[in-house]
Structure formats: structure tokens, C-alpha cells
């Protein structure tokens, strides 16, 4: 095994650490840019380099059904068949064929959905979802859970709870046995034999529910944990309760991993309360409709406030966009409909992400993260957002 985490600082209840694996070391807290068919939408993996991308996320339901994890092995996994040698997290799906409402049917065996694609009847189970992530040879792999949309009652959520606990320990078992044979489903090599699993703590927004599925999640014994079923509609306040509480519920000597979330602020907030690593595609799809996050702020290149605007996008940032385009010309892109448009404003805001996480860690170190963290939301507060 070559997965370990150190914790090196903390300041209050935010951490900074460092998480090693077989492909190289990752600074905690992270931001994990999101590669859903095994490409950060617009971006090439220099642009991810550039921007200093630790690790990226692949989507186990996207790239399932396309080009299929067979074909992704017989490339030599996904590292190879894309070109990215540094770590991959692959989620499990479940998030995605939850979203399927009126496409999928959950059972205890899993959920049969159709393909958004064409149509295509398919059965994703805890134990193929691990047989998917073991082919494609992503660095973390994630338990397959079942994520329930917001607002839902008790009671639905008490069932679901317990259904994820039993997907769990079944997604765990079959993960171990594949670790100890040493070879995939169909005895072919293992891409990544080091790879590690993470279980995810769902109970919607009721804190004895998060109580209980963070305990029986610890029961089952992941490598680390994350915690799933938030940004799903609920309010900001309310995620950050739920995220403190659940945080708090987990290892210490652990990752702890907030999915799908979220804004620069959900950045702050959450790392405030524990947080190790993000994942989110809002810089990615923010930029392709326009909007740029600045320190200022966020900023709609499109407004025709910026036609004849000669200054940067962000005046304090240094990434290629901001060192060589001005916003009259980002908006005319946008306006004309050029693809350059979603590749400069994607560059941006990748860099403001990933710049926000440097900083983040670095004040962890020094002992002056509520100090950043207050500075952030103070420039924030003062400029009209953009609409």
C-alpha cells in the first residue's frame, strides 16, 4: 500500500495534510478539477499542469458508457489512455443514475437505469461499480451509495441510509477480494494495483441519520471517507451544520472528502469545519456560460458593461488569461460564439480554484486561515455581484 494521509497543521478545525499515493503526493485541502469523460471540459492537461492540478476526477457512469472500461484497459488504463500521470478519483455513479428520476429502478441488487445516450437498458450494482473503477485504474475509487435528491422525509431517508450501509459492506467485500487476488473481474492485470476506496456517509440533512451512517460507514473499514447527499438543493447554512457535524463524525487520520460542492465561499466555509478535499464543476461550467470568479468577486464577461473594459479579468491573478486578454476582447469571444471563449475563461477559473486552495493551506500553516477566510467574504460582500 502506498495510500497514506499526514495531518501537518491544523487552526481550529481546518487541516492542512498531505496525502500520499502510488502516483504522487497530494496537498490537502484540495480542489479536484472535474474530468467527466476523462477531459476537464475545455482545458488540455497542460492547461491543468499550469493551473499546478494535483489530481482530477473521472465519472464512472460516463465513461462506463462511453468508450466502456473494457476498452480503457486494453488501453492500460485511464492514466495511459488519457495522458494524465498524476492521480485520478473516479466517483461510483451513484450521483448520476440517481439523477436518471424517471430512467432508473432501485433495488436491493442496484439500480437498472437507461443510457441517456441511446436508450440502453444497464444494472449498476455495488460490486460492478467496483469492477468499472478496478478496470478503468483510477488512484481512489468510490463506494457505490445511493444520493437522495432534497428535500426528503425522515423515513425515506432512514431506508436509504440502511440500503447504503448494505451497498457498503458489499462494495467493500468485492473491492478486497480483487485487491487480494491481484487482478481484475475477468483475471486481466490490474491497471492501478494500489488503488484505494472510499466510503461515503449520506442521511440527508438529519443529524441523527448522519450519526448513523457515518458510524456504520466507519464500521465497514474504507481506506478513507466522504461524505455524499449535499448541494443537492438544501440551504448553504444548513449544508455547512451538516457538514460540521458529519466531519467531526470521522477519522481524524483520514481524508475527508465533501462531494460535489461547491462555491468559493462553500470552499471556505467547509474547510472551516474539516474539510479535505472538493470537487465541483462549477469553474469548469460557470466559464463556458461566461461567468468568471475574481477576488472581487464574479464577473460576467458577457454584460455589455465590459465591450470596451481594457483591464484583466482579475487584476491580482496570473494565469494566462488574465496576463494576455482584456475583458472587451472575453466578451467579444463570448458574444461571437468562439470556442477560444470556454478555454480562456476555463483557464481563469481552474487557476482561481486552485490559486484559492494554495492560499487556503498555506494560511492553515501560518495559523491565519480565519483571517483569509473573513478577507475573502469582506471582498466578496463589497462588489455587486454580477447577474
Excluded at 29 to 53: C, N, S
Excluded at 208 to 215: F, G, I, M, N, T
Excluded at 305 to 316: L, V
Aim: one cysteine or more; glycine letters at 8%; hydrophobic letters at 35%.
Amino acid at each position: 500500500m502506498s495510500f497514506s494521509f499526514t495531518l501537518t497543521h491544523t487552526d481550529g478545525a481546518a487541516r492542512r495534510g498531505r496525502l500520499e499515493t502510488s502516483r504522487g503526493t497530494i496537498e490537502t485541502p484540495v480542489f479536484m478539477p472535474v474530468g467527466t469523460q476523462g477531459a476537464v471540459k475545455a482545458l488540455t492537461h497542460r492547461h491543468l499542469e499550469d493551473a499546478g492540478a494535483q489530481i482530477i476526477l473521472g465519472n464512472t457512469y460516463h465513461l462506463h458508457l462511453r468508450p466502456g472500461e473494457a476498452l480503457v484497459t486494453r488501453r492500460g488504463g485511464l492514466h495511459r489512455f488519457i495522458g494524465w500521470p498524476h492521480p485520478i478519483l473516479t466517483d461510483s455513479g451513484g450521483y448520476q443514475v440517481f439523477s436518471l428520476t424517471d430512467r432508473r429502478t432501485v433495488t436491493e441488487e442496484g439500480v437498472t437505469f437507461r443510457s441517456h445516450l441511446d436508450g440502453s437498458a444497464h444494472v449498476l450494482s455495488p460490486e460492478f461499480a467496483v469492477d468499472i473503477q478496478a478496470r478503468l485504474g483510477s488512484d481512489i475509487a468510490m463506494v457505490f451509495d445511493e444520493c437522495l435528491s432534497y428535500p426528503v422525509d425522515h423515513e425515506t431517508a432512514r431506508l436509504s441510509v440502511a440500503r447504503t450501509a448494505r451497498w457498503a459492506r458489499r462494495g467493500r467485500d468485492h473491492f478486497l477480494a480483487l485487491r487480494a487476488r491481484g487482478t481484475g473481474p475477468e483475471g486481466e492485470p490490474l491497471p492501478t494495483p494500489a488503488q484505494v476506496q472510499f466510503g461515503i456517509v449520506q442521511g440527508s440533512v438529519y443529524p441523527d441519520l448522519r450519526e448513523e451512517s457515518a458510524a456504520r460507514t466507519r464500521d465497514v473499514g474504507f481506506d478513507a471517507y466522504a461524505i455524499g447527499g449535499l448541494s443537492v438543493g438544501e440551504p448553504s447554512e444548513v449544508m455547512y451544520d451538516v457538514t460540521a457535524q458529519t466531519a467531526a463524525a470521522l477519522p481524524v487520520d483520514r481524508p475527508r472528502y465533501l462531494m460535489g460542492t461547491g462555491t468559493p465561499a462553500d470552499l471556505f466555509e467547509s474547510v472551516a469545519r474539516g474539510i479535505d478535499m472538493f470537487d465541483c464543476v462549477m469553474p469548469t461550467r460557470n466559464a463556458r456560460n461566461g461567468q468568471l470568479f475574481t477576488r472581487a468577486g464574479k464577473l460576467n464577461v458577457k454584460n455589455a458593461a465590459y465591450a470596451e473594459d481594457d483591464r484583466p479579468p482579475d487584476e491580482g491573478c496570473a494565469c494566462y488569461t488574465c496576463r494576455t486578454c482584456s475583458r472587451a476582447y472575453l466578451r467579444h469571444l463570448f458574444m461571437a460564439g468562439e470556442m477560444t471563449a470556454a478555454t480562456l475563461n476555463t483557464i481563469h477559473n481552474v487557476q482561481f480554484y486552485l490559486d484559492t486552495m494554495r492560499a487556503i493551506r498555506e494560511a492553515i500553516e501560518f495559523g491565519r486561515f480565519d483571517f483569509l477566510r473573513q478577507s475573502f467574504h469582506q471582498a466578496w460582500s463589497r462588489r455587486p455581484q454580477d447577474s
